[in-house]
C-alpha cells in the first residue's frame, strides 16, 4: 500500500493533562531521548488531544509547560530534537478534518480507548473524544513520519494511522505520498503496571495515589509508594517463567530491568529466592537513583516560563515549515485549487 521512499523520521506526542509518571517516562520520553541524536526527531505536546475532556485554561497551560520540561529533563534537547505545542501549527487540525473524510465510522467504532474513556454514557463524550485517533494520524503523517515510540497502549491508534495513510494512498493514486508509520514499542518499560494492581496499566488518573510513581515525586515517596506496591508471598524465581501468573512481581522486575538496562533474567539471576523485603527497598534505590534527578531538573525548568516559551515557539516555527507543505501536497492531490 505504500512505496514510500522517503527519509526515515521520528515523531510522537504526550497528552497535555495529569502529571508525568514512570510509565510515560519508560513507555515514551525515554525512548525519545534515545533516537534523537540519530534520527529527525519530532515530539510534540498534544494539547488539543487534551481538549477532548474538560481542562481548566490555567491548568491547560501549566501542563503544557510540565510536558515540555518533563521532555527536556529527561535529555530531550530543544537543540537537537523538534520540540513544540501541537496547536501552535495549524496543519495537524487542517490535515485532521481531510482525515475525518477518509477514515470510515466503522474503523473507528472499534477504538478500544473510545469505549474506555468514554465509560457508560457515550452520548454526553466529545465527538473530540470519538475523531482523537483521527487527529493522532494527522499528527504522525503531516510530517510523514516513518517511525512513532510510544507505549503499548496506543498500538490500536497507530494501526489506525496506518489504514488512513493506506487507503489516502490508493484513493488518490498516489501509493508513495504517505509512509505506512512504524510503532516503535518493543523494549523493556512498553507497558508499565499500577503498583496497586498488576492488571491494571500505571495511570496518571489512578484514584489509589500509591498506584503511580511520578517524575515529581520525592525520595521518601518513591520509597513509600515501592514499599506499598501490591505483592506476593512467595520469593522471587530465580527464572522468567517463574512470573507467570504473579502479576504485580512481574512489573517490578521489569521496572527494575528497564531503569536498569539489565535484561530481566540478569535482575531475576541476582534476587531469586529473596523476598520482597530485600527486593523493594532495592528497587526503591534505583528508581530514586534515576528519577529524582529528572523531578530536580523537571521543577528548575518548570520555574521558568520563558525559557520553555522560547523552546516552544522555535519548535512549532520548525515543524510548521514541513507540516504546511506536507498539506499544501495534500490539497493539491485532492483536487483543492489554491
Ligand atoms: P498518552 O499521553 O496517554 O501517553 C503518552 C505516552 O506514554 C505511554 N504510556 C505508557 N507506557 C508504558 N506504560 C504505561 N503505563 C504507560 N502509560 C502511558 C503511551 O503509550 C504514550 O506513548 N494518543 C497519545 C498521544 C498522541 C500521540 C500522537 C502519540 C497524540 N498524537 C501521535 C504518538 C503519535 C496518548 O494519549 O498518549
Redesign the pocket.
Known amino acids: 500500500m505504500t512505496n514510500y521512499k522517503g527519509p526515515m523520521r521520528v ?5 497535555t493533562s495529569g502529571n508525568m509518571h514512570l ?2 517516562y ?3 520520553i525515554r525512548k525519545f531521548a534515545a533516537m534523537q541524536n540519530e534520527y529527525d526527531c519530532f515530539y510534540f505536546l ?1 494539547d488539543m ?1 487534551s481538549i477532548t475532556v474538560w481542562q481548566e485554561p490555567e491548568q491547560l497551560r501549566r501542563q503544557i509547560f510540565h510536558i515540555a520540561a518533563a521532555y527536556i529533563a529527561s535529555g530531550v534537547d530543544p537543540n537537537t530534537a523538534t520540540i513544540f505545542p501541537q496547536s501552535s501549527v495549524h496543519a495537524h487540525a487542517e490535515l485532521a478534518w481531510i482525515f475525518n473524510c477518509v477514515a470510515r465510522l466503522g474503523w473507528l467504532d472499534r477504538m478500544t480507548q473510545f469505549k474506555d474513556k468514554a465509560g457508560k454514557d457515550k452520548e454526553r463524550a466529545s465527538v473530540g473524544l470519538y475523531t482523537y485517533p483521527v487527529l ?1 494520524a494527522a ?2 503523517l503531516v510530517y510523514k513520519a516513518t517511525h ?1 515510540p ?5 498500538k490500536q ?1 497507530l494501526e489506525l494511522s496506518r489504514d488512513i495513510a493506506g487507503k489516502f494512498n490508493h484513493d488518490f493514486k498516489v501509493d508513495d505520498f504517505f509512509p505506512l508509520p512504524e510503532p516503535l514499542i518493543k523494549g523493556p ?4 503496571m499500577s503498583l496497586r494492581d498488576g492488571t491494571a ?3 496518571k488518573s489512578d484514584p489509589s495515589e500509591n498506584a503511580c510513581i511520578f517524575l515529581k515525586d520525592d525520595a521518601d515517596t518513591i520509597a513509600r509508594k515501592i514499599k506499598k506496591s501490591k505483592t506476593d508471598p512467595e520469593p522471587l524465581p530465580s527464572e522468567r517463567k517463574g512470573l507467570e501468573g504473579r502479576a504485580e512481581a512481574a512489573n517490578l522486575v521489569g521496572i527494575y530491568a528497564a531503569l536498569s538496562g539489565k535484561s530481566e533474567d540478569e535482575v531475576l539471576a541476582e534476587y531469586g529466592g529473596q523476598g520482597f523485603g530485600v527486593f523493594k527497598p532495592a528497587l526503591a534505590d534505583l528508581v530514586v537513583e534515576k528519577i529524582t534527578p529528572i523531578g530536580g531538573e523537571l521543577n528548575r525548568l518548570e520555574a521558568d516560563p520563558a525559557y520553555l516559551t522560547s523552546v516552544l515557539e522555535a519548535g512549532a516555527e520548525k515543524a510548521s515549515v514541513i507540516a504546511d507543505g506536507v498539506v499544501r501536497e495534500v490539497k493539491e492531490i485532492m483536487g483543492f485549487v489554491v
Not at 515523531?11 to 497528552?15: F, H, K, Y
Not at 518499560?189 to 508499565?192: D, L, N
Open positions: 515523531l510522537s506526542g504526550i497528552q510509565g510515560n519508560l513507555g515514551a498534544a488531544h493522532q499528527d504522525i512513532v510510544v507505549g503499548e497502549d496506543q491508534h518499560g512498553a507497558r508499565i496499566k500505571m495511570s
